[in-house]
């Protein structure tokens, strides 16, 4: 009887496998030339990571770093695109041209100041939404203000912008709600001015600072700050001894990725600057806009400009880097 | 009042898509049956969607339009695809043909294939700067002008007959204007050629004036509100009333005069410059064919250049057009003898020694 029952069970997993073996998944586990794929990437753990990453890697050459190394190529060249009967030469002019002439270091160095005072702001505003989040809001609703938070993301960049033009405009919601209680009898210029595209940038880029704080605050034990209170350390000895220093990560993590974003960015001071704001990417803009061949310095200028955001931040992580481990008090 | 006024331009617009429709067919109908694609790059509203639809049913060739902004990057689009263009058709302001024929990106344009091409208004079609090396080079389909537009609830007709009310204390942080554009008019104003012309043999002359409007847009420049770039951009300033005058195209002012906003435009006293838009084959174009079955459907009855004067808001280079247009369009497309005896066309000719100068001038300006 028990061998009955043993027989049917065997026969009973056979017709499974048999059944199995008619599915497309089946059929491809069993094809030879999958096998012999599997069995090369199963051979050594190097060979099965590179065959893994090739992929990614691939993606990452030719989607990420092919356009920024094109991009310096043509830098490096007199004529972009090469018209009909004229050939192209290697040159540095296009260099020589930015330290050449002071008119084009205005924009630039205003750049750089700008992104470093926006992303100063976006710290400033989004820490103590993120701590509020981390800290105060239960686990079960977090992944519910996440989500409300990221709401504005699912548009694009220039609708966000357009939104801003709407709520800062002479006829926009502010200058309405000011003049309905009576507060200006004039609207506030607050367009095309620094604040109106620092208003903007902050508000497109307020997430990519908030995640990182969100991270790094969401996981700092809250034994931590109770130890600290027990020690009889106040509410702003225990933030500036305790929370802070351990979130440095994500400070720096936000502040980088807010800054890179902010001294690329073109649309919104287009949009939302005015006569005395105008940044780099503007100058490079101008330069590909230009019928002719002004795209190897428009290509160098955007070279010039990507080097430049890179040190800065490079400068910026050793900075974090020194705080991290107490070198710098 | 203001629903009233786009109500009744709704309706207006409705009737002219509907006889758009009715007279395109009578030439389509001949047209046989091609098939195939055109690809257009041009402006906005440049191509009435009636017309689009009408001519991609009559003759089954796809009417691909892509949509662009400005002439430069136009230019170097073209270029970086020659000698294998993805575009058939493309939209050329007059005073830049030069740059695209010297490039050699354009075709010479065959009129005699255009039955209709005597249906454009001969001081368009037959002007001094249509022909170049003996060919023409496009066909043309709109005009349009550098104006100073003014919100009429602010600013008065009077204050507005000069250029230098848009750089008066009154209007502080009122104003806007295109920069580049802006240079040529001031040289004007100044009493210069702005077109360089004139100092085509005389670098240093033409230096010296260039010099001479920068510094004089640098002085003014705490008085403006903002340099922009695009129509849309002047549109919504006025309409959020962060300016109260500007400089514009008359094609975006003529828009929103039409929409019933209080906005007029006019000519200064002191002249302007005025452009054409012309519709021109590629070198090489992959459907030239189809190329030219659209150029000569467009160009087949007043009432599509008046359906694309309504759409653009620029000023239609058919002959009768205008008899196709409202009251209200027809004053927002229409400008006093006076006015017009000070207008000039731009000119390419000094065009490479001009832009030469003036685009470090513009960053200088946009950097001080």
Not at chain 1, 178 to 195: A, K, N, V, W
Not at chain 2, 215 to 234: C, M, N, S, T, W
Not at chain 2, 276 to 302: G, Q
Not at chain 2, 325 to 330: A, G
């Amino acid at each position: 009887m028990s061998y009955d029952a043993a027989s049917a069970r065997n026969e009973r997993a056979a017709s499974t496998l048999r059944q199995a073996d008619r599915t497309f998944w089946g059929r491809l586990v069993n094809w030879s030339p999958y096998r012999a794929f599997a069995g090369l990437i199963g051979a050594s753990p190097r060979r099965q990571f590179l065959i893994l990453a090739l992929f990614p890697i691939l993606w990452v050459l030719t989607q990420h770093l092919g356009p920024m190394i094109q991009m310096v190529g043509v830098s490096f060249t007199d004529a972009y695109p090469v018209a009909a009967g004229k050939e192209q030469h290697l040159t540095l002019d296009n260099y020589a041209r930015f330290f050449g002439d002071s008119i084009f270091w205005m924009p630039f160095f205003r750049t750089l100041f700008f992104a470093a005072t926006f992303t100063f702001c976006t710290l400033i505003l989004t820490y103590p939404v993120a701590y509020y989040l981390a800290r105060h809001v239960s686990r079960k609703n977090q992944m519910l203000m996440l989500l409300l938070l990221l709401i504005p993301f699912w548009v694009g960049e220039i609708v966000r912008t357009y939104a801003i033009m709407i709520l800062l405009g002479n006829t926009g919601a502010v200058n309405l709600l000011l003049r309905s209680i009576g507060l200006i009898d004039r609207p506030i210029p607050f367009m095309y001015t620094s604040f109106s595209m620092g208003m903007g940038i902050v508000y497109l880029t307020a997430l990519y600072m908030l995640l990182p704080l969100y991270s790094a605050l969401e996981k700092l034990p809250k034994s931590y700050n109770e130890a600290a209170a027990d020690l009889g350390a106040g509410a702003w000895t225990r933030f500036r001894r305790v929370t802070l220093p351990l979130t440095i990560e994500g400070i720096s993590s936000g502040c980088t990725l807010v800054f890179l974003i902010a001294t690329g960015f073109y649309a919104t001071p287009v949009l939302l600057g005015g006569p005395s704001t105008t940044v780099f990417a503007e100058t490079i803009a101008g330069f590909f806009h230009v019928a002719g061949d002004e795209w190897p310095t428009g290509a160098a200028f955007a070279t010039i400009m990507f080097v430049s955001a890179l040190i800065v931040t490079v400068v910026f992580q050793r900075l974090m880097s020194a705080l991290r481990k107490g070198d710098v008090k | 009042m203001t629903n009233l006024s786009l109500n009744r331009r709704h309706l207006l617009k409705a009737a002219a898509i509907g006889s758009v429709a009715l007279a395109s067919p009578a030439y389509l109908r001949r047209a046989h049956a091609a098939g195939g694609e055109v690809n257009i790059w041009t402006y906005n509203n440049f191509v009435p969607e009636s017309f689009k639809k009408q001519f991609e049913a009559d003759t089954g060739i796809k009417v691909n339009v892509r949509l662009v902004d400005d002439q430069g990057k136009q230019f170097n689009l073209l270029a970086a695809e020659q000698p294998n263009p993805t575009v058939d058709i493309m939209t050329v302001a007059g005073h830049r043909f030069l740059q695209f024929i010297d490039s050699d990106l354009l075709a010479p344009l065959d009129t005699g294939r255009l039955k209709n091409w005597g249906n454009i208004n001969p001081t368009f079609s037959e002007s001094d700067w249509s022909t170049i090396k003996d060919n023409k080079w496009g066909a043309p389909i709109l005009s349009g002008m550098e104006v100073l537009s003014y919100n009429t609830d602010y600013v008065s007709a009077e204050e507005a007959r000069t250029w230098d009310t848009l750089f008066s204390e009154k209007y502080a942080n009122q104003t806007a204007y295109i920069i580049q554009d802006m240079m040529s008019i001031i040289m004007l104003k100044m009493g210069y050629d702005g077109n360089m012309v004139e100092y085509l043999d005389k670098p240093e002359e033409a230096a010296r004036i260039v010099e001479e409007a920068k510094q004089f847009l640098i002085k003014h420049k705490p008085l403006v509100r903002k340099y922009y770039d695009g129509g849309a951009e002047i549109q919504q300033m006025f309409v959020n009333q962060d300016i109260v005058l500007g400089h514009s195209w008359n094609g975006p002012a003529a828009a929103l005069i039409n929409d019933g906003f209080p906005l007029d435009m006019t000519i200064p006293k002191e002249g302007s410059y005025g452009f054409v838009y012309t519709y021109n084959i590629a070198k090489n174009a992959p459907n030239a064919d189809n190329a030219y079955l659209f150029l000569d459907a467009i160009l087949s009855s007043p009432e599509i250049g008046a359906a694309m004067t309504k759409a653009s808001g620029y000023i239609s280079t058919y002959k009768d057009a205008s008899n196709h247009l409202t009251d209200l369009e027809k004053k927002s497309t229409s400008f006093t003898d006076e006015e017009l005896s000070t207008l000039q066309f731009f000119r390419a000719e000094a065009n490479k020694m001009k832009y030469g100068l003036i685009d470090p001038a513009v960053e200088a300006i946009k950097a001080a």
